[in-house]
C-alpha cells in the first residue's frame, strides 16, 4: 500500500518541480531543440557536424549577451526594466579600448575602474528609479542616451586596442573555455538565489507591500538589482571589447533589445518576482543559435529581423499555453 502511495507522491514532487521551475525548463528543452536544428542545418549545408571552431566562436560570441540577460534579469525581477545597459556597454567597451594598456597592473586596474563606472551608473538609475519614483522604463531610456553621448566622447571613431593576454583571459580563441565563465556564473546564480537580498528582489517583485510588511526594505533592494545590473553590463562591455580586440562607440546599441528577448526565451516574467538568469543564459544561446541558424538557411540578411521577431513571437506563444495546459493538467 505504501509504495502504491510513494509512485503517486513522486509524481506529484516531480510536477510541483517543474511547474515551480516551468519557465526555466521551458528554456532549456528550447536550447536543446535550437542546438539541434543548428546542427542539422549546417551539416546539410557543410556536409559535416559543428567542430572546435564553430562552438568556440559560438560561445565567445554569446558571453556579452550572456552578462547582458544576467544584468536586465536582476532589475526585471524588481518589476523593472533597464534600457540603459546598451549605452552601458558602449561607455565601458570604449573605456577598454581607449585606455586599456598591456600589463597586469593596467589590465586588472581598468577592469577594476570600469566595474565601479557601472555600478555607480547603475546607482543613479536606481535612485532615479527608486527615491524618484520615476518610470524605470523612461529613466533608463533617458539615461540610455547620456550614456551613448560619453561613450562617443571617450572614443569618437572605432579603434583603440585591447591587449592580447587580456583576449585570452577572457573569449581564448582556441577552445570554448569560455563555458567555464557559463557554469560559474550559473553556480553564482543558484547561491544568490538563496541569499538574503536574492530572496527580497524575488519579494519586491511579486509585491512590494507584502516585502515591506515583512520587513524587506524595498528601495535598498531596487538600488541594489540597478547596481548589480550595472556591473554585469559593464562587464558585457568589457567580454565585448576582448571579443572584438578593440573599440566602438556604437557596438553595444543591439544589446538592450537583445537582452530583453533573451530575458523573455528564458522565461523570466517581465512583471517581476519569477524567472531565473539561468534562464536567461539559456536564452542569450538561444537568440545567438537562431541568427546561426538563419545564416546557414541562407536567408537574406534583410529578412532576418524579421525572422527573428517571428520565432519569438512563436516561442512566446507556444510557452504561455503549454504553462496553461500544464497549470490545468
Known amino acids: 500500500m505504501s509504495a502504491s502511495l510513494?509512485?503517486?507522491?513522486?509524481?506529484?514532487?516531480?510536477?510541483?518541480?517543474?511547474?515551480?521551475?516551468?519557465?526555466?525548463?521551458?528554456?532549456?528543452?528550447?536550447?536543446?531543440?535550437?542546438?539541434?536544428?543548428?546542427?542539422?542545418?549546417?551539416?546539410?549545408?557543410?556536409?559535416?557536424?559543428?567542430?572546435?571552431?564553430?562552438?568556440?566562436?559560438?560561445?565567445?560570441?554569446?558571453?556579452?549577451?550572456?552578462?547582458?540577460?544576467?544584468?536586465?534579469?536582476?532589475?526585471?525581477?524588481?518589476?523593472?526594466?533597464d534600457l540603459s545597459i546598451g549605452g552601458m556597454m558602449d561607455l565601458t567597451n570604449a573605456l577598454a579600448a581607449a585606455h586599456m594598456k598591456a600589463g597586469i597592473g593596467s589590465m586588472l586596474g581598468w577592469s577594476a575602474l570600469i566595474l565601479a563606472v557601472g555600478a555607480g551608473l547603475g546607482l543613479v538609475n536606481g535612485l532615479l528609479v527608486a527615491y524618484g519614483r520615476l518610470q524605470p522604463i523612461l529613466v533608463t531610456l533617458a539615461t540610455l542616451s547620456i550614456f551613448q553621448g560619453l561613450a562617443i566622447r571617450v572614443l569618437p571613431d572605432p579603434g583603440g586596442a585591447i591587449p592580447q593576454a587580456y583576449t585570452d583571459a577572457l573569449v581564448n580563441t582556441s577552445a570554448p573555455w569560455a563555458l567555464v565563465y557559463v557554469v560559474a556564473l550559473a553556480l553564482l546564480w543558484l547561491g544568490f538565489r538563496r541569499?538574503?537580498?536574492?530572496?527580497?528582489?524575488?519579494?519586491?517583485?511579486?509585491d512590494e507591500r507584502a516585502a515591506r510588511a515583512n520587513g524587506i526594505d524595498v528601495i535598498r533592494t531596487k538600488l541594489a538589482a540597478y547596481m548589480m545590473g550595472g556591473v554585469f553590463a559593464a562587464?558585457?562591455?568589457?567580454?565585448?571589447?576582448?571579443?572584438?580586440?578593440?573599440?566602438?562607440?556604437?557596438?553595444?546599441?543591439?544589446?538592450?533589445?537583445?537582452?530583453?528577448?533573451?530575458?523573455?526565451?528564458g522565461g523570466v516574467s517581465l512583471f517581476g518576482g519569477r524567472g531565473s538568469a539561468i534562464g536567461a543564459m539559456a536564452g542569450a544561446f538561444i537568440t545567438m543559435m537562431i541568427v546561426n541558424v538563419l545564416f546557414f538557411t541562407a536567408i537574406d540578411p534583410l529578412y532576418q529581423s524579421f525572422f527573428e521577431?517571428?520565432?519569438?513571437?512563436?516561442?512566446?506563444?507556444?510557452?504561455?499555453?503549454?504553462?496553461?495546459?500544464?497549470?490545468r493538467g
Not at 507522491?9 to 521551475?21: D, Q, S
Not at 562607440?249 to 523573455?264: K, P
Request: hydrophobic letters at 55%; charged letters at 10%; one cysteine or more.
Open 195 to 206: 541569499s538574503a537580498l536574492g530572496v527580497a528582489l524575488f519579494a519586491v517583485g511579486n
Open 6 to 81: 510513494a509512485a503517486p507522491a513522486r509524481l506529484t514532487r516531480v510536477r510541483r518541480y517543474l511547474l515551480h521551475n516551468l519557465g526555466l525548463n521551458l528554456a532549456l528543452a528550447l536550447l536543446v531543440v535550437v542546438v539541434a536544428l543548428y546542427c542539422g542545418v549546417y551539416f546539410a549545408q557543410q556536409g559535416r557536424f559543428p567542430g572546435n571552431f564553430e562552438l568556440t566562436s559560438t560561445v565567445d560570441n554569446t558571453m556579452p549577451l550572456v552578462l547582458a540577460a544576467i544584468a536586465q534579469t536582476l532589475v526585471v525581477l524588481t518589476r523593472g526594466i
Open 309 to 327: 521577431g517571428l520565432f519569438l513571437v512563436v516561442v512566446v506563444v507556444l510557452g504561455a499555453v503549454i504553462g496553461r495546459r500544464f497549470r
Open 235 to 265: 562587464l558585457a562591455g568589457l567580454v565585448l571589447a576582448a571579443t572584438a580586440t578593440s573599440g566602438d562607440a556604437t557596438t553595444g546599441d543591439g544589446f538592450t533589445l537583445r537582452s530583453v528577448v533573451a530575458v523573455v526565451l
